[in-house]
């Protein structure tokens, strides 16, 4: 009897010891699995992201509580849509700017339809559109203020010499908010569009608001529509932050409507916003050609993310064509382009100089649309005579991860040249449905670069494609063939 339970104690005492060591192999194993994982996941995130570490996204400010606020029929303001309110809004704006030492002041819109002549900001300011109130822009262009070409531009974009100002101005700023409960500032646009397509216009159109050379900027929960040309134009400026707004405009015969510009900006975030125009929704600039080049300020750490974009004209998000001060760190990430011409574009051509760098979209869906990437480098529209042909951009470090899309025709259009070839392009986690099946549906020329794991449709083979670990697959013959359909 002794001996049974004796060895009954060593059989219990095996299992114990076998199940101790089957539970501890379970856990070993699931280590192993949580630390390949990971390694894999650091591994892509690293090469996803890396080229975007040193990025400064700008945090949003809280709101700023002004001491002081008045309304804008405290200064004789009427909003039957009929009286010429410029005077109103220029009293208003002198009182703030008195007010600068103690923390500025608010200026509320109220509801109303409110006609005027375009106008200053000053500093340490919001300016408030409560709900239903409208600012309107005068549409004759005799009461808007003629204004020298941007430096970097050294011409006014559609006729030498002067430009019009915008409808909402504002230089060397700081401390400004334009904001409300969705309100909306209206251009007037269709005169305009007019004028510019019968060429009655002397001078090149103005934006719908232009903050040059200003800080700490937030424009957020208001409408911008019918803009006579650009929607919103910052021009080297710091720390800008536009969040929760709608732009609109027609998206055909709307000229030149683009939705946002950054020129030659440093740290912007461009958030939670929908954007529907006749050009393209977003559009990074930093100058033309050699006037650009001799400006030499780039557009730098800039954030546009979780937005809604439509241009049946152009597309949802550009880089350039005037990007000759540089563009770099700019990540587009969580974006929808949808019932568009294009998605996202690179444009750029000889004579421009500069680069194009560190940029990175990731988590974008497309959505009927004609072409989803695009990058093009004779984009030959310039200035005057006298740039420099041998002013080449540089164009590298561009990564796509996590597109995804359908009804798309042409999902990728990589139109590098001997002159301007696209360096170290990486493709990862790309399925676009198709709506044309046309032989040439990846398109690519003078590009290099890689993908990584599966992408859909089929690469050029200008690329090296490498499996989901890194792992080399298949090595390019050559980054110069060519297999644009020039046709399309």
Known sequence: ???FLGSNVRVSDIRKWISTQFSSYKAW????????????????????????????????????????????SDFGGVGDGVTVNTKAFEKAIEAISKLRSSGGGQLNVESGRWLTAPFNLTS???????????????????????????????????????????????QNLKDVVITGHNGTIDGQGPAWWRKYRKKLLNHTRGPLIQLMWSSDVKISNVTLQNSPFWTFHPYDCKNVVVSGIT???????????????????????????????GDDGIA?????????????????????????LRSMVSAGVSIGSEMSGGVSDVLVENALIWNSRRAVRIKTAPGRGGYVRNILYHNLTFDNLRVGIVIKTDYNEHPDSGYDPMAR???????FAGIHGQLVRVP?????????????????????????????????????????????????????????AGRLVRQSVSSNASDIDYDF
């Open 124 to 170: 340490h300011m919001t300016l408030f559109l409560a709900e239903d109130a409208v600012i309107l822009g005068i549409e004759d262009e005799r009461y808007w203020p003629l204004m020298p070409p941007l430096p970097s531009y050294g011409y006014g974009r559609e006729h030498p010499g002067p430009r019009y100002g915008s409808l909402i101005h504002g």
């Open 284 to 308: 990074i600039k930093s100058g033309w050609d050699q006037y650009g080049i001799a400006y030499g300020r780039p557009s730098v750490n800039i954030t546009i993310r979780n937005v809604v």
């Open 412 to 468: 990728v259009r990589i139109e590098g040249s001997d002159e301007i070839p696209v360096k170290n392009v990486e493709f990862r986690d790309l399925s676009v449905g198709l709506s044309y099946k046309k032989k040439h549906v990846f398109q690519c020329s003078h590009v290099s670069g890689r993908v990584i794991g599966s992408v859909f449709p089929a690469p050029c083979m200008n690329l090296d494609l490498y499996d989901e």
């Open 247 to 277: 732009i609109l405009a027609p998206l055909f015969e709307a000229p030149n409507t683009d939705g946002i510009d950054p020129d030659s900006c440093e740290n912007m975030l461009i958030e939670n916003s929908y954007i529907s125009v």
């Open 29 to 72: 194993f699931a280590a192993l699995w949580f630390l390949v994982f990971l390694s894999l996941f650091i591994w892509q995130k690293s090469s996803v992201e890396g080229i975007l570490a040193s990025r400064r996204v700008p945090s949003r400010p809280l709101p700023k509580l002004r001491p002081v606020a008045y309304n804008l």
């Open 1 to 3: 009897m002794a001996d």
């Open 393 to 399: 951009p540089a164009l590298e470090n561009i990564t």
